[in-house]
């Protein structure tokens, strides 16, 4: 079964700093990668979809990378902003199945 | 923009009710997901669908069951809603095809307890 890690769990940084969130998979076996954003008591927004022949995307300060050999994937967020406080979320979309296998996150916090 | 609409953002139920969540879609995907979420635990699936009246477990069914009737609404139905059951839900939508975009999208989220 595809197990999916975020390190670190939590994340506390000032607000302007350059950040990496850190995603591992166990199967390279997949079919995309999505990264998610998620505010406290409210849904998952879609932040980046990964293709398994892709190695990064980008939206904006956003930028995700995709290393599948080794099975690890990076959110990096560019000039971080109090806004960007929230639980971001790793998901892994495997050959095997439909569904997608999650993480269980890293909460960011950014102060002014 | 795309749209995966949960019926209800909060509800309360009492243990042994019949209890109804209902999703709906307006991108004509043809997947379904529920998933529950809770704190130390994550994302988990419940329930998911492929197509019209086709369903398949997921990694936590117990207790639960599903209904498809219309490519663009999938319901999870708690037969006797126990107090374990309290939890966010969460419902999911996706294309699934190797010429399609399969990014997916996700509701707002229920938040039920049960007393």
């Known amino acids: 079964k595809q197990e999916v890690t975020q390190i670190p769990a939590a994340l506390s940084v000032p607000e302007g700093e350059n950040l990496v969130l850190n995603c591992s998979f166990t199967d390279s076996a997949i079919y995309n990668l999505q990264w998610f954003r998620q505010d406290p008591g409210k849904g998952l927004t879609s932040l980046l979809l990964i293709q398994s022949s892709q190695r990064e995307q980008t939206s904006g300060r956003l930028n995700a990378s995709l290393d599948k050999s080794s099975g690890r994937s990076t959110l990096y967020i560019a000039a971080s902003q109090p806004g960007d406080s929230a639980t971001y979320l790793c998901?892994?979309?495997?050959?095997?199945?439909?569904?997608?296998?999650f993480g269980k996150g890293t909460s960011l916090l950014v102060t002014p | 923009d795309v749209k995966v609409t949960q019926s209800s953002r909060y509800l309360v139920k009492r243990t042994g009710e019949k209890v109804f969540l209902e999703c709906v879609q307006d991108?004509?995907?043809?997947?379904m997901f529920w998933y529950r979420q809770d704190p130390g635990l994550g994302l988990r699936l419940i329930y998911f669908s492929y197509d019209v009246k086709m369903k398949e477990k997921g990694d936590i069914p117990e207790g639960y069951s599903v209904s498809r009737e219309k490519k663009e609404r999938f319901s999870l139905i708690l037969e006797s809603a126990s107090t374990n059951q309290t939890s966010m839900y969460l419902c999911?939508?996706?294309?699934?095809?190797?010429?399609?975009?399969?990014?997916?999208?996700f509701g707002q989220g229920t938040r039920l307890t049960v007393v």
């Open positions: 998901a892994v979309h495997s050959n095997s199945g439909y569904a997608l296998n």
């Open positions: 999911a939508s996706s294309f699934w095809s190797s010429t399609k975009n399969t990014e997916a999208f």
């Open positions: 991108m004509d995907h043809e997947n």
